[in-house]
């Protein structure tokens, strides 16, 4: 049984490790996919960066045909193509360039401007012309560079990304490694007290819990199985309120339904691996809670006072509620504290007296810790 339980685990834990490393290639097949696309809006944008070098050319054409209206008509009309070539140096002008590039434009800029003019003669469009020529060539090799530089990191960036997963791959399968170590180490103890004796000899006859001997077995080995996995563990006492009275009233055959009610309710919400449920005797019940912390055990209770509350089993000689209510005292062990099983006992014995005297129907718990 041990060696196909450990089977079991080591079959769910490979398929889960299988299951994390195809995510991780998937997931780099997406990111290299994501970055693909980054690429091609870079080489959008790229392209995108010639749209102010035809306006550019558009310029540059415009003062080639304001120089040929210049030397064919004496009287040229420049305004047409002051309008033609404003336009265009305008959206070149206001279209992004970096701190180096703003300058060369500025003082390009000043040119240009005063080039607009009726004062203006063909030199000056001349040059013009060569300034013009200068920025393409500019426009040209900045894109170029730029482009360079961003392949070098994309291709950078992927041999990282490449690297990246490698590492990851390796750690979870490390990670996976130990979880299944660590889940063998922690279950072999519980397994083997739990198969070492037969369900008839551990189960009370009446309300189905395990009973007090399966309980002395476990409590005994609380402190041991805490400290060597490490976990904070819980000892609960459970009494039933005035239970003497609701026997006296209904008999005890109605007693001892009320006992298998709040059994029964007891192990269905108590219902995990790691959670056990016995009947300590009479109307008494006790409840070990492995790997669990404070704030999970105050919720865990409070809704164990709500749930049998709410069965709604009449006890009319109650003094605190018109049906069958259970007070509660815990008490957390937490590892390696070497607090004796004895002394936890008596500590859950002291809460559990404590909430009686507060009023029952409650809970208090005790933190060693604390």
Known sequence: MKKE??????????????????SLFASSLLFNSQIDKLK???????????????????IEENYVDLITCMKT???????????????DWEYYNNSYKNLKERKIVNEINAFAEQSLTYNSKISTYTDMIRKVNFLKEHEKTVAYKQRRA?????????????????????????????????????????????????????????TKLYNRKYFDKIFDNMPFISNANKWNTAFIMLDIDFFKQYN??????????????????LKNYFNKEYEYVFRLGGEEFGVILFDVDVDILKECLADVNKNI??????????????????SIGAVIYEPNSYVSCN??????DECLYKSKQNGRNQFNIYNEGE
């Open 73 to 87: 008509h004496k009287k040229c009309n420049r305004d047409p193509f002051f309008k033609k070539i404003k336009k």
């Open 5 to 22: 339980f450990y089977k079991s685990v080591s079959f769910k834990l490979g398929v889960l490790s299988v299951i994390i490393i195809f």
């Open 248 to 265: 006296d009233t209904y008999g005890h055959d109605m007693g001892d339904l009320t006992l298998k009610a709040v059994a029964n309710e």
């Open 309 to 326: 509350e709410s069965l709604g089993i009449e006890h009319k000689n109650s003094t605190i509620s018109e049906v069958v209510t259970i």
């Open 40 to 58: 091609n809006r870079i080489d959008y944008i790229y392209f995108g960066n010639y749209v102010p070098v035809l306006k550019l050319h558009s």
């Open 150 to 206: 961003f392949l070098e990191e994309y291709s950078s960036m992927k041999d990282y990304l490449f690297y990246n997963m490698i590492v990851l791959v390796i750690v979870s399968f490390i990670f996976i490694s130990v979880i299944i170590y660590s889940i063998i180490k922690k279950d072999n103890q519980l397994k083997i007290l739990t198969k070492k004796y037969k369900l008839d000899s551990i189960t009370d006859s009446m």
């Open 343 to 348: 002394k936890l006992y008596k500590i859950a």
